[in-house]
T-cell receptor
């Protein structure tokens, strides 16, 4: 089944404790992206990647890191999480060709930073 | 700079009513892509439609229709004869090509309640 998977789905952590949210897609998509969803703000793009080793900042990259060492994986790293990073996080992927098809979203990761 | 405005925060209708969700966007690029996504109460994001900036044709898919007007920078979404299953948050989004790929801006979303 074609899908985007995220792990963990739920996470409660404390301020300053490094964490990684994994994202993997099995559709051989070139394009991957991370978003956070907050009430009243919609989804805001954190980072995106057009291919392996090619990443760029979205609108809210502060406090986050990403890496794209393999085409299928795009982990989101919070080196020192803070309470303002409490949010619902979505990973997405897309074929990324010039016709730019829709993005396929993962199920979301709900993160709480105490 | 990119911007997407969904001025309607919440809309409540009675089943079988028609409802239009507004989306206004801002961009300086001539090439861009517009999307609508649905987020039902279960939380997943479901793609509904994509339009590129060179295709102003309106589209109809069953009870759903979309009106893209470049002159007013709008991409509105109409649900005809709404049903309870249409209750969800609907997001409009704008994508443009940037150095590292496609940068995407979402609107704040419109929460639609359809009452039986």
């Amino acid at each position: 089944e074609a899908q985007v998977t995220q792990n963990p789905r739920y996470l409660i952590t404390v301020t300053g404790k490094k964490l990684t949210v994994t994202c993997s897609q099995n559709m051989n998509h070139e394009y991957m992206s991370w978003y956070r969803q907050d009430p009243g703000l919609g989804l805001r793009q954190i980072y995106y990647s057009m291919n392996v080793e090619v990443t760029d900042k979205g609108d809210v990259p502060e406090g986050y890191k990403v890496s794209r060492k393999e085409k299928r994986n795009f982990p989101l790293i919070l080196e020192s999480p803070s309470p303002n990073q409490t949010s619902l996080y979505f990973c997405a992927s897309s074929p990324g060709d010039v016709s730019y098809n829709e993005q396929f979203f993962g199920p979301g990761t709900r993160l709480t930073v105490l | 700079a990119q911007k997407v405005t969904q001025a309607q925060t919440e809309i409540s209708v009675v089943e079988k009513e028609d409802v239009t969700l507004d989306c206004v966007y801002e961009t300086r690029d001539t090439t861009y892509y517009l999307f609508w996504y649905k987020q039902p109460p279960s939380g997943e994001l479901v793609f509904l439609i994509r339009r590129n900036s060179f295709d102003e044709q309106n589209e109809i898919s069953g009870r759903y229709s979309w009106n893209f007007q470049k002159s007013t920078s709008s991409f509105n979404f109409t649900i005809t004869a709404s049903q309870v299953v249409d209750s969800a948050v609907y997001f409009c989004a704008l994508s443009e090509y940037s150095t590292g790929g496609f940068k995407t801006i979402f609107g704040a979303g419109t929460r639609l309640f359809v009452k039986a």
